[in-house]
Nanobody, 120 residues
């Protein structure tokens, strides 16, 4: 199991910004799709944004125009820049990465989750 290390969550006022990052804790041969999901209390986990190795991006309608996903293939790192945050963005954010390990076995891993809280 490839461990993913997330960082960047926290408490911010409505209208503020946060940047999340996520990277594997070990050397990876290649990453395919990378993405961010979130889960608010009492709700199911939902897709926030995904980005393929070729750069194709998909956003949830609720974050379009406010959030930007990007990746650094050299560092196998995925980022989520969150601007104009709203209280309804409050959730635990999880990154998801699919790829190939250094031993050439495929993997799919989830991060441990990072709390994002937006106060009104």
């Amino acid at each position: 199991q490839v461990q993913l290390v997330e960082s960047g969550g926290g408490l911010v006022q409505s209208g503020g910004s946060l940047r999340l990052s996520c990277a594997p804790s070990e050397n990876i041969f290649k990453t395919y799709a990378m993405g961010w999901y979130r889960q608010a209390p009492g709700k199911q986990r939902e897709l926030v944004a995904t980005i393929t190795s070729g750069g194709t991006i998909n956003y949830a309608d609720s974050v379009k125009g406010r959030f930007t996903i990007s990746r650094d293939n050299a560092k196998n790192t995925v980022y989520l820049q969150m601007n104009s945050l709203k209280p309804e963005d409050t959730a635990v954010y999880y990154c998801n990465v699919r790829g190939i390990r250094a031993n050439l076995f495929e993997f799919e891993s989830w991060g441990q989750g990072t709390q994002v809280t937006v106060s009104s």
